[in-house]
Nanobody, 124 residues
Framework: QVQLVESGGGLVQTGGALRLSCAASGRTFSSRAMGWFRQAPGKEREFVAAINWIGGSTYYADSVKGRFTISRDNAKNTVYLQMNSLKPEDTAVYYC?????????????????WGQGPQVTVSS
C-alpha cells in the first residue's frame, strides 16, 4: 500500500509563491513517475506537472509553464511543486499522485495512488 501525504498549501497574494511537498510511503517511490494535479470548484481535475522516476524529465501544463517547477528527492521519498508568480486562477485543491509507470505523463488515468489534496488559495 502506498500513502501520499501532502503539505504546504495555504493562502497567498497574487504574485506570491508557495511550495508543496508530497511524502510517499512504500518502496516503489523511486521507480515511478510522480505528478501534481489540481481541481477548482465546479471544474474537472486537471494536470499540472509531472516528473519521471529519476527526475531527469519533467512535463508541465501550458498554464503553469515557466512559473511552476516540479522536483523530487528519491532519498527522501518526496516530490515537490514550487509555485511562483501565483495567479487567482491557480486557486484549487492540489493533488499529488503516483504514476503506474516510469515516464512522466499528464494522463490522469496513468496514476494509481493519490494524496488528500491541500487547498491553495490565491487572493487578488
Amino acid at each position: 500500500q502506498v500513502q501520499l501525504v501532502e503539505s504546504g498549501g495555504g493562502l497567498v497574494q497574487t504574485g506570491g509563491a508557495l511550495r508543496l511537498s508530497c511524502a510517499a510511503s512504500g518502496r516503489t517511490f523511486s521507480s515511478r513517475a510522480m505528478g501534481w494535479f489540481r481541481q477548482a470548484p465546479g471544474k474537472e481535475r486537471e494536470f499540472v506537472a509531472a516528473i519521471n522516476w529519476i527526475g531527469g524529465s519533467t512535463y508541465y501544463a501550458d498554464s503553469v509553464k515557466g512559473r511552476f517547477t516540479i522536483s523530487r528527492d528519491n532519498a527522501k521519498n518526496t516530490v515537490y511543486l514550487q509555485m511562483n508568480s501565483l495567479k487567482p486562477e491557480d486557486t484549487a485543491v492540489y493533488y499529488c499522485a503516483r504514476a503506474a509507470k516510469l515516464s512522466s505523463t499528464g494522463n490522469l488515468t496513468d496514476y494509481d495512488y493519490w494524496g488528500q489534496g491541500p487547498q491553495v488559495t490565491v487572493s487578488s
